[in-house]
């Protein structure tokens, strides 16, 4: 079964960047979309970014979109999120977790459709 292990979180001053990685396990997760979520304190989870198993289609929330960017490397069993510009409001524990569906032609903003969900990495943005 595929596991997700995220890392690369870490405290940053606004303005700044981090790399996230989340560390699949399992013969298959190549054939997965994966998604990124973040769950800020006090705060429901939301969708952050999404990408296909090809890699080759993404998705970005709005408040994202344009700073944020997601890949993946199927040969090392990677997802990542590059984030840059970050703001005081990314603070958040950011979660990867993988598509139920495989080879989902386009990634769903839909947590519900999502499954496997990493323990989380800590993002905290300074003013």
């Known amino acids: 079964q595929v596991q997700a292990v995220e890392s690369g979180g870490g405290l940053v001053q606004a303005g700044g960047s981090l790399r996230l990685s989340c560390a699949g396990s399992?013969?298959?997760?190549?054939?997965?979309?994966m998604g990124w979520f973040r769950q800020a304190p006090g705060q429901e989870r939301e969708f952050v970014a999404g990408?296909?198993?090809?890699?080759?289609?993404?998705a970005y929330a709005d408040s994202v979109s344009g700073r944020f960017t997601i890949s993946r490397d199927n040969v090392k069993n990677t997802v990542y999120l590059q984030m840059n510009n970050l703001k005081p409001e990314d603070t958040a524990v950011y979660y990867c977790?993988?598509?139920?569906?495989?080879?989902?032609?386009?990634?769903?903003?839909?947590?519900?459709?999502?499954?496997?969900w990493g323990q989380g990495t800590q993002v905290t943005v300074s003013s």
């Open positions: 977790a993988r598509d139920w569906v495989e080879m989902r032609p386009e990634p769903t903003h839909d947590q519900s459709e999502y499954t496997s």
């Open positions: 399992g013969r298959s997760f190549g054939t997965y979309a």
């Open positions: 990408i296909s198993w090809t890699g080759v289609s993404t």
